[in-house]
C-alpha cells in the first residue's frame, strides 16, 4: 500500500492514529495544542469494511448495515489526558427510535442491552409470550439437532442464539424494520484483551492466557485484522507454517468463537 499527500497534509497524524488506536501509548504532544490550550481529549474512529465471511460470523449482531454492501464494523477509541491515559473502546450500533412509549413497550426488549440469558428473558415481564414461545420452540429444535449429531442436549442458548432468535421474530413483525435508526455506541470490553494480543505478536514464545467472561465483538475485530496479516505471512511472503504468534492468535480466536 502506497500512502501519498502534500507536505503538511495530514499524512503522519493518520499513521499517528492508527498507531494509537491499536495499542501504542500516546504522549501529551500528541494532543492539539489551539494557541497556548491542550485539548484534553483524543478520539479515533475505525471503520471495517469489506469483512470476510468468517468476520461476519465473528460480528455477527454488530454489523452496521448488515447484509447490504456497505456492512461495516466501526469502532471508537477515546484517551484523556491523563497519567495513565488508558483508552475507552465503544463499537457502533443501530438502535431504533423509541422515544414513544408505545414503541418502547412493544419493541424495547429486543435491544435492552441488560437482556442477555435466556433467564432473563423468560422472566422479564416486558418480553411478550410471543417470543418465549419462539425461544422454546427455537430450544427444542437445538436439542433435536444435537441428538442426531450424537451430542448430549442443551437448553443454553448462545449469544448467536439469541441474536438469530431476535432476527427471527423481527422478520415476523416487518414494521420493527419500518422503525428509524439511530447510531448509538456502546462500551466494548477489547480493552481487556487488546494488548496481549498485539503482546503474542511482539513476543511469540509467550503463552496467552484468554478471558472467558463475555468479550465484545470489538476484540474479535482485532483479532481479525491479525489473522489477515498471519495470512499474509504464511501464504504470500512464505514464512515459516510454525510461526508461534499465528498459532497463539488461531487458538485465540477459536476460543473466544467457542
Known sequence: MVFVGKNNSGKSNIMKALDVFFGKK?????????????EREITITLTFIDLLD??????QGNILFE?????QVEIMQTIILQDKMKPKYEIAKLFPDLST???KNR???????GLISKKEFQEDPSVPDE??????????KKKEKMK????????????GDMISLKTQYTKQHPEISKLKMKKNYVKSKIEALFPQIISAVLNPKQVVRTHKTKIMLSALNAISELQKLCYVALKELKLKKELVACQLIQNLADSLVM
Do not use: C, H, N, W
Open 26 to 38: 500516546p504522549v501529551e504532544d500528541d494532543f492539539r495544542l489551539e494557541g497556548k490550550k491542550r
Open 148 to 159: 442426531k449429531e450424537g451430542k448430549s442436549p442443551s437448553s443454553r442458548l448462545s449469544k
Open 101 to 103: 412509549p408505545a414503541a
Open 67 to 71: 447484509g447490504t454492501k456497505k456492512a
Open 131 to 140: 417470543f418465549k414461545q419462539l425461544m422454546e420452540e427455537f430450544i427444542e
Open 107 to 113: 419493541y424495547g426488549f429486543l435491544f435492552d442491552e
Open 54 to 59: 468468517g468476520e461476519k460470523k465473528l460480528y
